[in-house]
């Protein structure tokens, strides 16, 4: 976590700031956030974070690649849910850093 910006965010914070976050992310994510977002951001180093999504890409690409893996996946999936033919698995690492840099302008 960087102190400093935390100390930022609590010195800046008001409920339009958040109300703009949630817009944002709604926007980066093109389609509403249905579940509550945190209200007290954690602020970590870009290297951090480059680091998180470089693994988390390579944690998508060993299971995209795994045929047990995605059927045992698909299997989850409640029926009404599903859908005729083959589904295509999108990785946008694009999306993360977009969010991340977005949301740490808006403070």
């Known amino acids: 976590m960087i102190p400093e910006l935390r100390a930022q965010l609590n010195r800046s914070w008001t409920p339009e700031l958040y109300a703009e976050f949630l817009h944002r992310l709604d926007e980066a ?29 390579e944690l998508y690409g060993q299971l995209a690649a795994n045929p047990a893996y995605l059927k045992a996946a698909d ?33």
């Open 29 to 57: 994510a093109g389609t509403h956030v249905e579940f509550r977002c945190s209200e007290t951001p954690v602020f970590l180093p870009n290297d951090l974070l480059a680091e998180m999504i470089r693994n988390g890409q």
């Open 75 to 107: 299997a989850t999936i409640p029926a009404e849910f599903r859908v005729a033919g083959p589904t295509q698995r999108i990785c946008n690492p694009s999306l993360a850093t977009r969010i991340v840099n977005e949301t740490r302008h808006a403070v």
